[in-house]
């Protein structure tokens, strides 16, 4: 059968449209920077023949130094349609560690923001560009011609790496196909499309930041880069550019929460999306009080399996504390120890099927087939409960799951209810070696007020079985967490580390 060429789902597919389609209508706004989608798809494609002109072929690496700003869409579309391969690298990691990234993913070349060229490795071969007036000229060189190199949907578009919580990180590698769906699943989920406008709160070289704000450019809206987040500034610009959906992760709220007392009104906004740790109960009460009549989802995925399920507004309420049903093409099978599926109530680890998974892990074929299963199944990593109507909800990470005197005690359990104290800000509870028990139940908290350990304690006796009440509690001025926003429970362990 013949295969007419470009009919192959890529990334860049969405900016070449709308570049033709609407290419007066406004993709990007970067502060006073504005760029169009005819510009957009220009630039793109002159980015794309620089590259080619400089000996880039058959899906070289090219890595990306940056910020939220508004060359990031142009340079991933660029890479597209060149037929490479984007490596996003997370701004915030030092020299060393971007040395060991470009290295393992075999990145010919780096392009970097202007802030950002201290973390050059001093020893990279490969070419530097900074974003500026070298990126400006260098694009001003280049033909204006889109390539159209033939790009097989199934191979990668980029290698993003996990945080590399034991370990050094692992390159995750995923396919055009696979956030190709994303977008349109988020056009057709959140209404992503042309004549919406949304934020790129979450950092962009993180898989979640990525495809939420990479999908307005893809389904023809308008994306504002926010280039750090603070509440005000979040809040000032969903004001000023009429943004309707916002992505966020629960620390953003929770510093929402701490900013305003009562939050002004936004009359464009009229969606929220939540991802990267499990919203609290009582965070989420508080996000649908602060934002009348805005519908809120909490996702729940990662990056090497994108979104597995969703949890939508007419349920946020009476299945609070719950991740959803699985979302668009997804299957999902919880399971035992023993590999066996459980029965509704009951705890197992999530695995899940579905187009959005990733290839595998560059490089490590043990990694990936340990996580994998012979019929296409990738785990989570996660204990879950799915109960009688199907919604799943996080108990724990399988790695974070305490076991004290030979019994299991799932951290969020007792988070929640101590969330739920008024003098609690945040809280993470871990496990900590203990000679007796094995393991003993440690909180580490960040108050409000001051409150004594007693009290705590006392709280939660009468809230939970004598078990899971924590040992100690530990006061912090804030948790440590990742630019996901996740937190790093292991760094809390070191705290206090014999």
Same mark, same amino acid.
């Given at each position: ?145 889109? $390539? ?82 603070? $509440? ?47 919203? $609290? ?83 490590? $074929? ?133």
């Amino acid at each position: 059968m013949l295969r007419p060429g470009g009919a192959d789902l890529t990334i860049a597919g969405g900016v070449r449209e709308f570049g033709r389609a609407t290419p007066d209508v406004v993709a990007v706004r970067d502060g006073d920077r504005e760029l169009r989608y005819g510009a957009l798809d220009e630039r793109s494609s002159r980015l794309a023949c620089a590259l080619l002109a400089m000996g880039f072929a058959d899906s070289d690496r090219v890595a990306l130094l940056c910020g939220n700003r508004m060359e990031y869409p142009e340079i991933a579309a660029g890479l597209a349609k060149a037929g490479l391969v984007l490596v996003p690298v997370n701004p915030r990691l030092t020299a060393p560690e971007v040395e060991f990234i470009l290295a393992h993913s075999g990145s010919r070349a780096l392009i970097v923001d202007p802030a950002l060229t201290g973390a050059i490795p001093p020893e990279f071969p490969g070419r530097v560009v900074t974003i500026g007036p070298e990126y400006e000229k260098w694009l001003d060189d280049s033909r204006a011609v889109d $390539p159209w190199i033939a790009v097989d949907e199934r191979d990668p578009f980029c290698i993003a790496y996990t945080a590399g919580t034991t370990g050094d990180p692992k390159g995750v590698l995923i396919s055009h196909r696979s956030r190709s769906l994303t977008f349109y699943a988020t056009a057709l989920e959140w209404g992503i499309g042309p004549g919406r406008r949304t934020i790129a709160v979450a950092p962009m070289y993180h898989g979640a930041g990525f495809a939420f704000a990479y999908a307005a450019v893809y389904c023809g809206a308008t994306v504002s880069m926010l280039r750090s987040f603070q $509440p005000d500034a979040l809040l000032d610009m969903i004001q000023r550019d009429g943004a309707q959906s916002v992505f966020l992760v629960p620390t953003h709220a929770q510093l929402i929460r701490q900013a305003f007392d009562e939050v002004p009104s936004l009359p464009s906004l009229d969606t929220l999306y939540f991802n990267a740790a499990a919203l $609290p109960k009582v965070l989420k009460e508080w996000v649908f009080e602060a934002f009348p009549g805005v519908g809120v989802h909490e996702l729940y995925g990662s990056t090497e399996a994108g979104v597995i399920s969703n949890l939508r507004p007419p349920d946020a309420r009476r299945k609070a504390g719950t991740v959803g049903h699985p979302w668009f093409g997804t299957q999902v099978r919880v399971v035992g120890p023993d590999g066996s599926p459980v029965e509704p109530g009951q705890p197992g680890e999530l695995y899940s099927r579905s187009p959005y998974l990733m290839n595998g892990y560059h490089g490590n $074929p043990a990694a990936t087939a340990a996580c994998t299963t012979a019929d296409g199944f990738l785990t989570s990593g996660d204990i879950v409960i799915r109960d009688d109507e199907g919604f799943i909800s996080i108990v724990d990470r399988v790695k974070d799951v305490i076991i004290t005197g030979g019994v299991n005690v799932y951290p969020r359990d007792v988070e929640e209810v101590l969330l739920t104290h008024p003098a609690v800000v945040e809280c993470a509870v871990v496990g900590e070696p203990d000679e007796q028990w094995g393991e003993r139940v440690v909180a580490y908290w960040v108050g409000r007020t001051p409150v004594a350990a007693d009290v705590l304690e006392s709280y939660l006796r009468a809230r939970l079985a004598g078990f899971k009440v924590p040992k100690q509690y530990r006061t912090v001025p804030a948790l440590p967490r990742n630019a996901a926003g996740k937190i790093l429970k292991r760094e809390l362990k070191g705290l206090h580390a014999s």
